[in-house]
């Protein structure tokens, strides 16, 4: 369901007060406890039910910390291309939100931002509502929140995609364009198969390379090969973009993900100390700032769109 926000300032016509703030209007359909936004409650919501959230007993090192710094540079790329420079205090949704890698990225760009996060993970939702007493954190599927139409200039949705079935990801882009204006952007991130191949080989699974070759399909978790994640997602994408919603694809660009792969799957069988961790990351970096925008590499697809309505 999409309802109505007038924009911050702006009143209605005949002098009367102004509309409710965000907080207000999604408090009509969510309950608010410090900045974390939910529908009923964590013992009766089908959302905290259904949650397949894992605490485990000590923190593993993943393959993000190469792909945060890339991640990083690229959205200020970005920003610069566009028209989004000229936002002071732009009103950005993050669908998948996580417990704010987005935000953090976000934050240094846009420090007046009004953020919104839509995470399913109530975990990772709470998390990101106790970053910044600005953010509002929002825990619900993103094919099913309800958020105002139009109201947002940004809308990402960095990795997401590839998780929902066909259906699901119909409706969940339909919702992105949806709470997006006339002339604002979304951003879309999905992994593309030869990365998710080349995955297989650094684990060394000849068998799982094969299968994920012939389903089109990658392990939700390594552990657990019989869930699986679309990877064919990313290879529809620009023409499902234009045929289906009202976006229009302006630049496209990849994070190089080859030495991440590599040294994150060593960092996770191996224990190494923060000292360590440091210096493998500066000389990362290092290689990939030396190679050329244009060189071979596995990447992350990322598309930049504009909202045409």
């Not at 907080?23 to 009923?40: A, P, R, T």
């Not at 100390?273 to 493998?280: G, M, V, Y």
Request: aromatic share 12%; net charge neutral; charged share 25%.
């Amino acid at each position: 369901m999409v309802f109505a926000i007038t924009p911050p300032g702006k009143r209605l016509s005949g002098g009367k007060a102004n509309m409710p703030s965000l907080k207000e209007v999604l408090s009509q359909k969510y309950n608010n406890e410090n900045g974390l936004f939910f529908k009923g409650s964590p013992g009766i919501s089908p959302v905290f039910s259904n949650m397949q959230y894992i605490e485990r007993a000590e923190v593993q090192y993943t393959t993000s910390f190469y792909e945060y710094r890339q991640t990083e540079k690229l959205f200020a790329k970005i920003v610069n291309n566009t028209d989004i420079s000229s936002l002071v205090a732009p009103k950005i949704s993050d669908f998948g939100a996580g417990d704010g890698r987005m935000f953090r990225i976000l934050k240094k760009l846009f420090p007046d931002m009004q953020y919104v996060g839509v995470e399913y993970d109530y975990l990772n939702a709470k998390k990101l509502a106790a970053l910044d007493d600005k953010i509002i954190s929002i825990c619900d599927d993103a094919s099913s929140v309800e958020l105002p139409g139009g109201y947002f200039d940004l809308g990402v949705a960095w990795g997401l995609f590839h998780n929902f079935s066909d259906r699901q990801y119909q409706v969940c882009l339909k919702n992105l364009v949806a709470y997006t204006r006339d002339g604002g952007h979304v951003i879309i991130a999905e992994p593309t198969l030869e990365s998710v191949l080349l995955y297989s080989l650094v684990k060394r699974d000849i068998s799982e390379f094969i299968r994920i070759y012939n389903t089109r399909t990658r392990p939700a978790m390594w552990e657990n090969k019989d869930e699986r994640y679309n990877v064919n997602f990313i290879g529809q994408t620009r023409n499902r973009l234009a045929k289906e919603t009202g976006l229009r694809i302006i630049s496209e660009y990849g994070v190089n993900i080859w030495p991440s792969l590599i040294f994150g799957n060593i960092l996770q069988d191996l224990k190494t100390d923060d000292d360590t961790l440091r210096e493998l990351d500066r000389i990362v970096n290092d290689y990939g700032d030396e190679r050329p925008p244009d060189a071979y590499a596995p990447r992350t697809a990322v598309y930049v769109c504009q909202v045409v309505k």
